[in-house]
């Protein structure tokens, strides 16, 4: 987490600096929208022996805030609920979902055309805060965030923070069509992380709209 707000600190402070420059056309203004997303997710393990992931289909809905801060630079913080799959297996095939909260902030360039569309390249971290998260095997199911099951291999602890990429082209009424990708730098396995380590990562495609542009 040090690493993320150190991260942020620096990326701001850019961006002061770069707003200080009164040939950038400074126009501090906010603006906000909703936004739907399709995801792919899965796990990054690590031993590879120990474990193999493969990823699902789950989907995204939330909606965000953007500060622009120069002519093409831009502030967006986000508030998604997601549901996300992926099928894990060692000996069999097991399907892990979780419900959860994300919270990405993305520092963003805004390419704009002359006909007033723009493309948005963003970059920036995240934290992502878990709801319920089950596993689902052939003998049944389990909640791996019960805190008695801390000694087994699967609990998982029920946050994670990582970083995050989004590009994106928007119209100028403000439909956007959106591709993100995050990985977690976060080792999500409870009691048993010296043993091996699983790191979420999703890719999602969506749509958004935003007002006050």
Known sequence: MRRIMSVLLAVLTTLSVVSQDKSNDIRMQWSGGVKVEANLSQFVVSPKEAL???SNVGASMGGFVRLDLVKNFSIQGELLVHYKNSLVKDSVVNHVGYWGLEVP??????LRFDK???MNFGIGPYCEFGLNAKLWTPKGSKNLYDTNRRGEMQAMGASNSGFGVIIGYETTFGLQVNATYKISITNIL???????????MAASLGFAYRWGK
């Open 105 to 110: 902030i993305y520092a963003i360039y805004n």
């Open 52 to 54: 193999l992931s493969y």
């Open 190 to 200: 409870d009691a048993n992380s010296n043993k091996a380590a699983l790191y979420p």
């Open 116 to 118: 007033g569309d723009s």
